[in-house]
């Protein structure tokens, strides 16, 4: 009665934030600094979901009615992830 173990196994998903899957892109330039490129973002409908595996272990020890020891182990294995990159890419300008 004083010691309580846990266990618990999960395969999770979690969508990604509607801005990494929106399909606009914005652009930006200077025509005050010259040389500068300028820079853009977008997103990518067609990404993936994050996927993971995890695993919880606890252990609980209540020694008096107000008092607890307890021990807890987890595992998180993260098979897709998303991240950003910077691309080049040529654009048109107004002038064709």
Do not use: C, H
């Not at 979690?14 to 040389?35: C, E, Q």
């Not at 409908?45 to 272990?57: F, G, V």
């Amino acid at each position: 009665d004083d010691v309580v173990m846990r266990f618990a196994a999960a395969k999770v998903l979690s969508r990604p934030d509607y801005d990494n899957l929106k399909m606009t892109r914005g652009f930006a330039n200077s025509i005050w600094v010259p040389g500068y490129d300028g820079f853009g973002s977008g997103g990518n409908p067609d990404l993936e979901p994050y996927r993971a595996t995890q695993y919880d272990l606890s252990t609980e020890y209540y020694f008096t009615d107000s008092s607890i020891v307890s021990v807890a182990y987890f595992y998180k294995d993260i098979d897709t992830y998303i991240a950003t990159a910077d691309v080049g890419e040529d654009l048109i300008g107004e002038d064709g």
